[in-house]
């Protein structure tokens, strides 16, 4: 060990008496310099410009600045991460060839000093100026940290072992192609190569298995990306020392080949077993059974919901069994064939199987095509084709092997694809129970995977109904007198907030199960989660209604939802309840919309429905006395309705109209042709009006639960986002909060900058001009005297 630490000391001297190390020290902190205090100065004055047109801003809310400042692309740390390799190959190229222009490699090679102990202290030098590039960096991460408040240490930590791994891995890259010649120039090209070909090497030949997955190994920046979002993996740790280890051991051949006479084959035996070697190691420790896992960051940002842990610890009985349904004349085909296949494992799977580590994978690759799939464009596409042909067309053109594909008759157990259009699938099967798992329309592959792959709250919404099938809410719409629609793309039906397969909050994809009922031919079954009435246009008849009294009376949960004009269908059943719809439109004339398009606002009532993150920050400013009105949401059309004590339910205005705004208007609404004006004599009323209204009763040892709204048009498919978020509460209210399985974030605390754009100015000139200027000076004075000597 001393003879390493003797020959890491010599190198070191020699590197620090070449201007060479001098030279990347300084525009290394140039460019740490300027790319930091850059970013850094665009937050504090984007924050003071914030400030001063917002006197009620008191921080950045949900936004965290440490994972802003070091994680998305284009932040400072992921622009030094990726103009590192500039600095390797002049730093290494002459770590060996100098040897041998000194004429010490004879000396080296026939003294009592061994390779191993030549290229460990070589390298051990180059580690060693490594921690002063570090160095260099952590310079800028201490400024980072007083900079903004509670500041996310373990994030910024993880991101700087992630810096000094990489540039570890690629000096040992540079160490062995310095072995290979003495030419120096050729050794920093040779580096630059291998490092350019092992940053691009994750797009190359990914179609055929073995080779995308060799490839997926060697990719060495997105071993990094884990480490640059907090989240430490011990097989991403061991990636670089093996890649280490791997380079290093290329060099001790190289020198060895020199020093020895020994055939070509006994050194391509030995190269060939250092290579088996790395990857059967990076094999064993990279799979989820002999994976740990460390987020480092403060709110435990990479890590799945504890909601989430707890049904996968739930699913002890067994493994869970993925199998991914891809038509090649599907949509979203590019995220299921092979070349995607490793994509899909880390970004969607990984977060799972570090909480799951049985969960096998299966593929099903088959193609079949129907004209209402596309309305007939790819029909039209390929004229007189039939379905295979049209395949292996589509397969050529996207470089896929056809024969992984097979016709969907050929299919032993096809599950119930057509239903599902034949899209992206995914069957989770645990035990002997089995649910769909859909994937949505994102960007085209591989940048829209956020978009396309499932949430985290649809993903615990199908694990939990794997596991707990007994509390699958059950929610019955009625039909049969004109009410909204389920199955229709028509505006103002309610497809996109029930049915529909291909929306992220839609409740069929957060656990629910949806269906309809004619109460003119059918019982209202026991047992279900909610009724829900949609603003039918006819009245019901007295059997009908007859049958939704006797629902109620049993302590049934129900959701009433009328329109302006026909607060007479509804009404004979809502006063049941001690509510009445009143006659007449709620109007809120303003210079931007419409009169009847009232925006009225949550209420606390509406805010401890359920855990929606909008929702909860209005419920925070609601208890701190919010100084200003709270989120409005917008119904255009809406009934104001009125309640009594009646009834024995206890009711509460989870939306709530603002009194100097809004009024309601009786007679007819005329909105073409003249102003609409409060007019009193014509019996017009001003007040604050509830639009949605919160009932319960204690029903023997559950509670019973209503709602009752004004509107419809507020959850149709043409406006769904804007009342997703009132309409997933309910629902959620009405399972008892059983679904949907909501996974919030916790507000992050690092959400202020603490420093003035003016201070960043300052400095920004200390570490671009004035650190760098000493550093120049103290190189200058270092390597003159050396001269001398």
């Keep these: 060990m001393r003879m390493v630490a003797q020959i890491a000391k010599a190198e070191l001297r020699n590197l620090f008496y070449s201007p060479v190390a001098w030279f990347l020290a300084i525009v290394f902190m140039v460019q740490c310099g300027f790319l ?89 030098a180059i580690m060693v100026y490594n921690l002063l590039l570090l160095a260099i960096l952590g310079i800028f991460l201490a400024t980072f940290g007083f900079s903004v408040r509670s500041a996310d240490y373990g994030f910024i930590l993880s991101g700087a072992l992630a810096f000094y791994l990489l540039i570890c891995a690629y000096t040992s890259i ?109 094999y064993i420790f990279s799979r989820p059974q002999t994976t740990l896992y460390l987020d480092a960051t403060a709110k435990d940002a990479n890590t799945i919901h504890p909601n989430t842990r707890a049904i996968l610890k739930g699913m002890k009985e067994g493994p869970l069994e993925v199998t991914l349904f891809t038509n090649l004349l599907g949509p979203m085909v590019k995220y299921g064939i092979p070349e995607a296949r490793n994509v899909y494992r880390t970004e969607l799977w990984e977060q799972y199987q570090r909480f799951k580590t049985d969960i096998h994978f299966k593929y099903v690759y088959y193609y079949h095509y129907e004209t209402w799939m596309d309305g007939g464009k790819l029909a039209k596409a390929f004229p007189g084709k039939s379905i295979e042909e049209i395949a292996k067309e589509i397969a050529l053109g996207m470089r896929i092997d056809f024969k992984l594909f097979q016709p969907l008759s050929a299919l032993k157990d096809s ?177 931007h919309e419409m009169p009847q398009k009232v925006k009225p606002y949550y209420t606390l009532a509406s805010t401890e429905l359920s855990d929606e993150v909008e929702l909860k920050g209005v419920r925070e400013k609601l208890k701190r006395v919010y100084e200003k009105d709270t989120t409005k949401i917008s119904m255009p059309g809406v009934a104001a309705l009125s ?71 507020f959850v149709s498919n043409e406006i769904l986002k804007n009342g997703v978020t009132i309409n997933r509460a309910v629902f959620s209210w009405m399972s008892g909060n059983e679904y949907p399985v909501y996974t919030p974030f916790t507000d992050p605390d690092d959400n202020l900058v603490l420093i003035s754009s003016g201070k960043v100015s300052v400095l920004k000139v200390i570490y671009v001009w004035v650190l760098p200027l000493l550093m120049l000076v103290a190189g200058t004075v270092i390597l003159i005297r050396r001269k001398r000597k």
Excluded at 73 to 100: C, D, Q, W
Excluded at 657 to 678: F, I, M, Q
């Design 415 to 591: 599950a119930d694809l057509a239903s599902e259009g034949y899209r992206l699938l995914m069957e989770l099967k645990y035990k002997d129970r089995k649910a769909f798992l859909r994937t949505y329309n994102g960007a085209p592959f591989p940048k829209g995977t956020e978009r396309t792959y499932p949430d985290e709250s649809n993903m615990a919404a199908t694990l939990k109904n794997l596991l707990k099938p007994e509390t699958i809410p059950h929610i019955l719409y009625t039909s049969g007198n004109l009410e909204r629609r389920l199955h229709t793309e028509h505006k103002r039906d309610y497809t996109k907030a029930t049915l529909s397969k291909i929306e992220k909050d839609g409740l069929i994809n957060l656990g629910f199960e949806i269906d309809t009922i004619s109460l003119e031919t059918q019982d209202i079954p026991a047992g279900i989660t909610a009724l829900v009435i949609a603003d039918p246009k006819r009245s019901f008849s007295e059997k009908a209604e007859e049958k939704v009294r006797k629902y109620i009376s049993e302590g049934g949960n129900i959701v009433f939802m009328s329109e302006p004009g026909k607060q007479n269908v509804l009404n004979p059943l809502v006063k049941y309840l001690g509510v009445e719809m009143l006659e007449g439109n709620l109007v809120e004339p303003t210079f």
């Design 174 to 282: 540079g160490l062995f192609m310095s072995s290979l010649t003495s030419y120096q120039i050729l050794a920093a090209i040779g580096t630059f190569m291998i490092i350019f070909v092992l940053g691009r090497i994750n797009s190359l030949w990914q179609h055929i298995d073995f080779v995308r997955d060799l490839t997926w190994f060697l990719y060495l920046p997105g071993r990094t990306a884990n480490m640059l979002k907090g989240l430490i993996t011990s097989k991403d740790v061991l990636y670089f020392v093996l890649v280490v280890f791997m380079f290093l051991g290329f060099t001790l051949i190289r020198l060895k080949k020199q020093r020895e006479s020994k055939p070509w084959y006994i050194t391509w035996s030995r190269v060939l077993m250092v290579v088996v070697m790395v990857l059967a190691a990076g």
């Design 643 to 713: 309640f009594t004590d009646s009834s024995g339910f206890v009711k509460k205005p989870l939306l709530l109209t603002r009194e100097s705004t809004t009024w309601l208007k009786k007679g007819k609404l005329v909105t073409d042709s003249a102003e609409v004006v409060y007019n009193q004599q014509e019996g017009d009323i001003r007040g604050a009006f509830p639009t949605a209204l919160q009932l319960t009763r204690q029903f023997g040892n559950k509670e019973q639960r209503a709602v009752v709204y004004g509107d419809a048009d």
């Design 36 to 124: 930091f205090t850059h970013v850094l100065y665009t937050m504090a004055h984007n924050q003071e410009v914030m400030m001063a047109e917002s006197p009620d801003f008191k921080n950045w809310g949900q936004l965290p600045l440490t994972m802003l400042f070091f994680s998305i692309p284009e932040s400072a740390y992921a622009a030094v991460l990726k103009n590192i390799y500039l600095f390797v190959p002049l730093l290494t190229m002459g770590l060996l060839g100098r040897e041998v222009h000194a004429n010490t490699i004879k000396l080296l090679f026939s003294s009592p000093v061994k390779l191993r102990q030549v290229v460990v202290g070589k390298f051990l």
